[in-house]
T-cell receptor
């Protein structure tokens, strides 16, 4: 069945350095790839998304890249800050059905001062 | 706007007890979802409601039932709770049914079944 794999499961970086989280998906029909940030005790919140007709998207310190041929997409956070510490989830969505979205297993990002 | 609200925030149940988790959204969204979140497994879809009056099973529906009471409210019921249902439950809503729509999540309900 459809699957989204996310790596690494935990990531620790020095404040100011960059962080990269990678996801691969199995269904080539996937066409929407959101990234969610979940802070402790809260629900996930969308931070950036990308559609299959775009290769890269940036929003200030956050960027997402998509390689449709290889079926993988990545989240890049530059100049990391303490408030970036959280769990990040990738997801892949396809078709027109409301049920067709699969989440990755999450990456716990810690920023060392 | 309060966005998506969930009650209760925490609940402890004994095996076999029943309870209903409540979810409401004030954004006039059409679609609503229930997920469970377990360590290392991401978010798994339990049930969803593409629009008022419709509900469908997701990836892990066994042991749960849902009711889309109106456009605002979508409840999740555990008829006979089991320890395997210990989890964090999230409700989410989407403006309209279809692909490529941002999901707006509630703060979650932490459930412990003893």
């Amino acid at each position: 069945g459809e699957n989204v794999e996310q790596h690494p499961s935990t990531l620790s970086v020095q404040e100011g350095d960059s962080a990269v989280i990678k996801c691969t998906y199995s269904d080539s029909a996937s066409n929407y790839f959101p990234w969610y940030k979940q802070e402790l005790g809260k629900g996930p919140q969308l931070i950036i998304d990308i559609r299959s007709n775009v290769g890269e998207k940036k929003d200030q310190r956050i960027a997402v890249t998509l390689n449709k041929t290889a079926k993988h997409f990545s989240l890049h956070i530059t100049e990391t800050q303490p408030e970036d510490s959280a769990v990040y989830f990738c997801a892949a969505s396809w078709g027109s059905s409301a049920s067709k979205i699969i989440f990755g297993s999450g990456t716990r990002l810690s920023i060392r001062p | 706007n309060a966005g998506v609200t969930q009650t209760p925030k925490f609940q402890v149940l004994k095996t076999g007890q029943s309870m209903t988790l409540q979810c409401a959204q004030d954004m006039n969204h059409n679609s609503m979802y229930w997920y469970r979140q377990d360590p290392g497994m991401g978010l798994r879809l339990i049930y969803y409601s593409a629009s008022e009056g419709t509900t469908d099973k997701g990836e892990v529906p066994n042991g749960y039932n849902v009711s889309r009471l109106n456009k605002r409210e979508f409840s999740l019921r555990l008829e006979s709770a089991a320890p395997s249902q210990t989890s964090v439950y999230f409700c989410a809503s989407v403006p309209k049914t279809g692909r490529g729509e941002t999901q707006y999540f509630g703060p979650g309900t932490r459930l412990l079944v003893l």
